[in-house]
């Protein structure tokens, strides 16, 4: 009694038409999130939509052999997309490809040359005095409150400022200073000087005396000094591209203006920095802590020997200012990501205090060690499409889809003839199931279908098609061996569906190895052939065979109809299938119960 319980267990047909819903209301909940989206094709990638893609390659500087890590690898992500940004694209990308390589890819339109030079570079992070600091925005028309307005900014500032024995306050003082008002008067004055203290007691009083002959300027400092301050005036800093051209080509030795965020995050202020001092370079090491006594985030910083020389003589004199010309600005590819304040002498370490949280604590120390970072960037391959040759490739690969799904088609109507009917719908919805999912990904993880990702996806056509064969091909054994089509169906089923799945675990297999081990376009195949994969199982398990069940009930294909794919004749045996089946059965007697 046992035997035939198990073998009606596993032939038990089970209910294929929750199946069948599930599928249906999967692809209706997938092709309505893409509509929702906004996005119905998918991305396109450099080499079918034109463009160019940038493959660089990180390394070690000597002496330096665990400096490419995942977060000096995903810092400079963040810097080189803030460079393509500066460049006016909107939808460039930059992302990390394995565990030393930045893909790049810059959509048409944009200047080949320009973007290279952009993102091939190490970022430039420098330390400069700041002359004076101002809300920037569009000219505003003069109002009788503009004083009040003054002071209301001055109460501000000092709300802000915090005297501590270390740099205080990140973008302290956004406002112009009590001693704003006559800039040019604090611009000339400040250039004047000497933008570092003298080194020598002798450089010292040779200072004091000029300072008591009080020289007059020459013309050549009188004209940079005006050309400065009419450039300060005119800075728009929510204009970007004026962000980006402000202090373009200036050297570190040189007077600039700069733009940065203000405290609030929200708004712009512009500046005028003195002559860098410290670079980068001099930076050891930055960490994002909390303190323990007031339990706020703060950022720490070490300088190396020669930086914490150049930094003790700087904030040397910057303690003895006013504001803003007490503070230092951190100047990253010429905008000012942070203008703390100086309130004492510095030298090996400072901190950095103000209204940070976690994530603009990290973001303020990461960015000040890759000033640091002993990494170099060299460029692995560049890519330029043009948008016409991106085009006919697209088109191309089309119809090498086309052309391989009509073989198989016309191959499984040959051979299978009704069953082929089967193959085609579930064709048809895995396409369906492929084509959504890639849609959605475009804008989800910024996945973009390159002519390889086209080329993994016909390859799929025949994985799929190769599950359908399995099984059908294991329900004609069933019937060759004297079954019915409807039990035949349920025990081939077993066995087709353990060959369906060792086949696509080892495709799946192939492909994340691929994945994991190439960079560039190649993981565009391996992805795709992936999901395809894994899309064959879930057609094949919720659609193909729910679908064959349904179909063996059937006339048309219980009878061996002659173009049911189950025709007697071509399959080798006695016709009719089902008839003579049920008589020979009960004649034999224990048989019949285990077919049933």
Same mark, same amino acid.
Request: with cysteine.
């Given at each position: 009694?046992?035997?035939p ?5 596993q ?17 209706v909940a ?42 000096n ?9 803030n ?49 004076t ?21 001055k ?23 009590s ?19 003298s ?6 009083a040779?200072?004091d005396?000029k ?9 050549s ?19 970007k ?26 708004t712009w202020d ?14 050891d ?24 020389k ?8 910057l ?30 370490n ?11 604590a ?12 002993p ?5 692995q ?7 016409? +040759?991106? #085009? ?5 690969? *089309?119809?090498?889809? %086309?052309?391989?799904? /009509?073989? &198989?088609? !016309?191959?499984l109507?040959?051979?299978y ?22 849609? +959605?990904? #475009? ?5 973009? *279908?390159?002519l390889? %990702?086209v080329?993994? /996806?016909? &390859?799929? !056509? ?5 599950s359908f ?26 066995r087709a ?7 696509d675990?080892v ?47 059937k ?23 089902r008839?003579s ?16």
């Amino acid at each position: 009694m046992a035997a035939p319980k198990k073998g009606r267990r596993q032939s038990a047909p089970g209910k294929p038409g929750r199946a069948l819903a599930f599928i249906l209301i999967a692809l209706v909940a997938l092709t309505g999130g893409m509509f929702l989206s906004g996005h119905t094709t998918p991305r396109l990638g450099i080499d079918l939509a034109g463009g160019t893609s940038i493959t660089l390659e990180a390394r070690n500087e000597p002496g330096q052999a665990n400096a490419i890590n995942p977060t000096n690898m995903n810092t400079a992500v963040d810097i080189i997309n803030n460079r393509v940004n500066g460049l006016g694209v909107s939808e460039a990308e930059v992302q990390t490809q394995g565990d030393r390589n930045i893909i790049v890819n810059i959509p048409k339109g944009t200047n080949e040359k320009q973007a290279r030079e952009q993102v091939g570079t190490t970022a430039q992070l420098y330390f400069r005095p700041v002359i004076t600091q101002a809300p920037s925005g569009p000219a505003p028309e003069p109002s009788p409150s503009s004083s009040s307005g003054t002071d209301k900014e001055k109460d501000k500032g000092k709300a802000t400022d915090k005297a501590t024995d270390k740099a205080t306050d990140k973008d302290e003082a956004n406002s112009p200073s009590s001693s704003a008002s006559p800039q040019g008067r604090a611009v000339s004055e400040a250039l004047k000087a000497d933008p570092t203290p003298s080194a020598s007691d002798k450089a010292k009083a040779e200072d004091d005396k000029k300072k008591d002959e009080k020289p007059s300027p020459t013309p050549s400092t009188d004209a940079s000094t005006a050309k400065l301050q009419e450039q300060f005036t005119k800075l728009d800093c929510t204009d970007k591209k004026a962000r980006a051209a402000a202090g373009k080509g200036i050297k570190p030795s040189e007077p600039t203006i700069a733009c940065g965020k203000s405290p609030d995050g929200k708004t712009w202020d512009k500046f005028i920095l003195a002559p860098a001092e410290v670079n980068g370079k001099d930076v050891d090491e930055a960490q994002a802590t909390i303190k323990q006594d007031t339990g706020a985030w703060v950022v720490n910083m070490d300088f190396t020997k020669g930086g914490a020389k150049k930094f003790a003589k700087t904030t040397s004199k910057l303690s003895q200012q006013q504001s803003p010309q007490n503070q230092f600005a951190i100047v990253l590819d010429g905008e000012v990501v942070s203008a703390p304040s100086v309130r004492t002498t510095l030298s090996a370490n400072a901190e950095i205090s103000g209204s940070f949280n976690q994530d603009s604590a990290k973001d303020l120390a990461n960015i000040l060690s890759y000033g640091a970072l002993p990494l170099t960037f060299h460029e692995q391959s560049v890519t330029t499409v043009s948008p016409a +040759l991106g #085009g006919e490739q697209l088109q191309a690969g *089309l119809i090498a889809g %086309a052309i391989g799904l /009509a073989l &198989v088609i !016309i191959y499984l109507v040959v051979y299978y003839r009704g069953l082929s009917l089967i193959a085609i719908a579930s064709l048809l919805v895995s396409a369906a199931l492929t084509y959504t999912i890639m849609t +959605l990904l #475009g804008p989800t993880i910024k996945f973009a *279908l390159n002519l390889p %990702a086209v080329c993994g /996806a016909i &390859v799929a !056509i025949g994985i799929t098609a190769d599950s359908f064969i399995v099984f059908f091909e294991r329900v004609r054994d069933e019937v060759r061996e004297g079954r019915t089509l409807r039990p035949a169906v349920e025990r081939a089923w077993p066995r087709a569906r353990r060959t369906i799945l060792v086949s696509d675990f080892v495709s799946f297999l192939a492909a994340a190895v691929l994945f994991i081990v190439t960079v560039g376009k190649v993981q565009g195949f391996a992805f795709t052939l992936g999901l395809t994969t894994l899309l064959d199982v879930v057609v094949v398990f919720f659609f193909t065979k729910p679908l064959m069940t349904l179909m063996a009930r059937k006339k048309f294909f219980a009878s061996g109809h002659k173009w049911s794919g189950f025709d007697p004749k071509r399959l080798g045996i006695k016709p009719p299938i089902r008839r003579s089946r049920r008589a020979a059965g009960s004649s034999v007697g224990p048989v019949d119960p285990k077919e049933a």
